[in-house]
């Protein structure tokens, strides 16, 4: 071949690449965290083409529960008695910062009809540990299974009145990061090993709130599929 030929074959190229390209958008919504999409007709992809797929926004809930039934009891006992009995607080499952599960508990303290100021949880920012407050001589025990301390970042013991901190820092976050997955590309890793993963982001709201994500650049991942019916 000559170098004519050569050059003009990457001429051609160059002149192709600022073109614009077919693109099609596909929007998908659904109240659970996987969605399945028909297509009728199917997507039909010419096989002399490569094609590729980047997520360019996501609108969801942080709903990602991090008190569930394996954490969620809070044991305390009212004042001092002889026969001291302890009282257990079941915090419905769902998604908490640390002021939620703070005021569950006091509201729950007063529907028993015990001084809901006695227990005060509040945060260290400077050392990301949990604060408690006791007073009235109320106790707190830790040591029960379920126990929500692992949240809480407290070792599991009884507490009784004084002001304590955490031996642990706060574990409110249920999550390290989320990957949105799209069964129908590939040339993606997580961990080493292959996987659909399109795009992976932290949520930057509070839980149960609603967070919008998009990209500021788009990762392009390639289709792997000549023919989309589902996805």
Known sequence: MSDTATATELL???????????????VVSDNSTKMKTTFYPPIELDKTRKYEMALVNLETYYSFPNIDSSNNIFRYSPGSSQQR??????????????IDIAETIKISMKRNGH??????????????????????????????????????????RAYKESLHESQNVVNILSINSILVNVDVIG??????????????????????????????NLVYLPVILDKISKM
Request: proline share 6%; net charge negative.
């Open 12 to 26: 051609e190229k160059i002149v192709q690449n600022p073109e614009p390209k077919t693109s099609t958008q596909i």
């Open 85 to 98: 009995q302890f009282v257990d607080i079941r915090i419905p499952e769902g998604s908490y910062d640390l």
């Open 115 to 156: 001084n809901g100021e006695s227990i005060e949880i509040t945060a260290n920012t400077n050392t990301l540990k949990n604060v408690m407050e006791i007073s009235n001589d109320f106790i707190v025990d830790f040591r029960l299974q379920r126990s929500i301390a692992s949240v809480l970042g407290f070792a599991e």
């Open 187 to 216: 040339g993606s890793y997580v961990n080493g090993k292959t996987q659909n993963t399109i795009y992976s982001f932290f949520p930057n709201v509070s839980p149960g709130y609603k967070f919008v994500e998009s990209p500021r």
